[in-house]
């Protein structure tokens, strides 16, 4: 028994030793990792954005950049176009992809799942691809405008909206009301359906049962898309390149403008910082509920 024993000591020393040369192995290769690929394709720009938005006017240290792009009343239009694009439209795709996603898992209708696994492709195309595909249909010589004008024998075309806010913030609602969908969905899935059986058994419209029964469990991941739908509008810029008119700027067009327009970088820089701190800010919400969400499915298994 005793050289069995000593056997068997020998051989779990030998495995935690073989355990702890893998871990410095994985610890050396996620060092060079990180040397070679985050430092200079993430580290070093960020390093630089932030150094070149602290240049003073004179070439020193010094806060003139963020003064010249937060500090003006054209500044503060900006910010309040940029809240006011953000709201509106991401939270009417959040609203729209809470509704859907709805749809699809308490009333499936014929064809639900390949509208599931459309929008899940969906998220894939680029935002601008969805701006000209409004345009073909809904601009002024799009081709329903252009059905319309003929049908009612009209002189003018009579959809001219797409080009401004209202574009903008249609063009954004399509895009993005699928990155709800998916999201509640899983946040759905969790549901014990028996639960809903039981409260309708015991009268519970659908109201009731909604705000007593489905939004107690499944709100961690409807607030993660939600937040998502935010964080990836906040930081649109293609529907805004196509759409947007000369007096819809936002954030990322004055940062844009500031940069190729002026050819001011360290305007551009303070620009691009603060909109990173807001980003960061909502990805950390994001990932906290993302976790409460996920937290929440292991518990119901």
């Not at 009209?154 to 574009?167: A, H, I, N, R």
Request: aromatic residues 10%; glycine residues 8%; hydrophobic residues 55%.
């Amino acid at each position: 028994m005793a050289p069995l024993s000593e056997r068997a000591l020998a051989s779990a020393a030998a495995h935690a030793a073989a355990a702890r040369r893998r871990k410095r192995l994985g610890d050396w290769h996620l060092i060079v990792l990180a040397t070679v690929v985050l430092g200079p394709l993430v580290v070093y720009p960020l390093v630089r954005l932030v150094m070149l938005s602290l240049t003073g006017a004179h070439g020193g240290f010094g806060f003139d950049a963020y003064r010249s792009f937060f500090g003006t009343p054209d500044a503060r239009n900006v910010l309040f176009t940029t809240l006011g694009v953000l709201v509106a439209s991401a939270g009417t795709a959040s609203l729209l992809g809470v509704l859907l996603a709805s749809l699809l898992f308490f009333r499936p209708f014929p064809g639900a799942t390949l509208v599931t696994r459309f929008l899940e492709l969906y998220v894939a195309f680029p935002s601008f691809l969805v701006a000209f595909t409004l345009i073909f249909l809904y601009g002024s010589q799009g081709a329903i405008s252009i059905a319309l004008q003929r049908i009612f024998h009209l002189d003018q075309p009579p959809l001219d909206f797409l080009f401004g806010l209202g574009g903008v913030i249609l063009a954004q609602t399509v895009f993005y009301t699928p990155f709800v969908v998916r999201p509640t969905l899983a946040s759905f899935a969790m549901l014990d359906l028996r639960l809903i059986e039981a409260a309708r058994s015991l009268g519970a419209t659908g109201w009731m049962l909604a705000r007593r029964v489905v939004l107690p469990i499944a709100w961690p991941g409807i607030a993660a898309g939600t937040v998502l739908c935010f964080l990836l509008t906040l930081n649109e810029f293609g529907i805004l390149l196509v759409l947007g008119s000369a007096k819809l700027v936002t954030l990322p067009v004055a940062i844009y403008s500031s940069a190729t327009v002026d050819l001011d970088l360290p305007t551009a820089s303070a620009g691009a910082v603060g909109m990173l701190v807001l980003s960061l800010a909502l990805y950390t919400i994001y990932r906290r509920m993302n976790r409460r969400a996920m937290g929440g499915a292991s518990d119901a298994r």
